[in-house]
Every structure is written in structure tokens, then in C-alpha cells.
């Protein structure tokens, strides 16, 4: 019995972990304003999926609601990527 509640514990927090690990996904992207027109590229976390459709379902949300429209989600990749894009994201890494 005592084995069997440890079995469950460790289930439990390896489910727990779970969630942890996919907030470790980001995006990078290509988005517009217009008029005077404006582009930029940016890098942003992702909370609802790890995939290049989620991906452009969440990225596109976020930056309308700040007045962009998405042209591009680029890639999506996880924390290892992150640095080699900071410099290129410049105001844009992490904002939205």
C-alpha cells in the first residue's frame, strides 16, 4: 500500500510539471501597422499551444488587441532559441 501511494505521488507531480514545461514556447514573428505604415519583428511566449497553428491563433490575438496585424509567425521554438533572437527583437522580444 505504502508503495502505491508513493507511485501516486510521483504521478502527480510529474503530471504537474507538465504545464510548466509547455509555457516554455515562444514564436517569432513579422507584424504591420499601417498608416504611417510600420513593421516589426518580435519574439513572444506562447501559453496556449506549441504548434505553428496555435502559434498564429495566439500571436495574431495579441498583437490586434495592440493595434498590429500579424503577417508571419516565423518559427516556433523553445527556451534555447530565445537568446540568438533578443538582438533582432530589439523593443519587440517579450513585449506582448
Known amino acids: 500500500m505504502r508503495h ?3 507511485i501516486l505521488a510521483l504521478i502527480a507531480v510529474a503530471g504537474g510539471a507538465l ?9 517569432d514573428y513579422k507584424a504591420k501597422r499601417d498608416n504611417p505604415l510600420k ?3 518580435g519574439v513572444m ?3 496556449q499551444g506549441c ?5 498564429r ?3 495574431a490575438g495579441r498583437l490586434q488587441r495592440n493595434g498590429w496585424t ?3 509567425v516565423v518559427s516556433v521554438f523553445g527556451p534555447e532559441g530565445l537568446e540568438g533572437r533578443k ?3 530589439g523593443r519587440f522580444y517579450l513585449r506582448f
Do not use: F, G, K, T
Open 39 to 41: 513593421l516589426h519583428y
Open 87 to 89: 538582438a533582432n527583437a
Open 57 to 59: 491563433a495566439e500571436v
Open 4 to 6: 502505491m501511494m508513493i
Open 51 to 55: 504548434d505553428r497553428q496555435s502559434a
Open 45 to 47: 511566449q506562447l501559453q
Open 70 to 72: 500579424l503577417l508571419n
Open 19 to 27: 504545464p510548466a514545461a509547455a509555457a516554455e514556447c515562444y514564436a
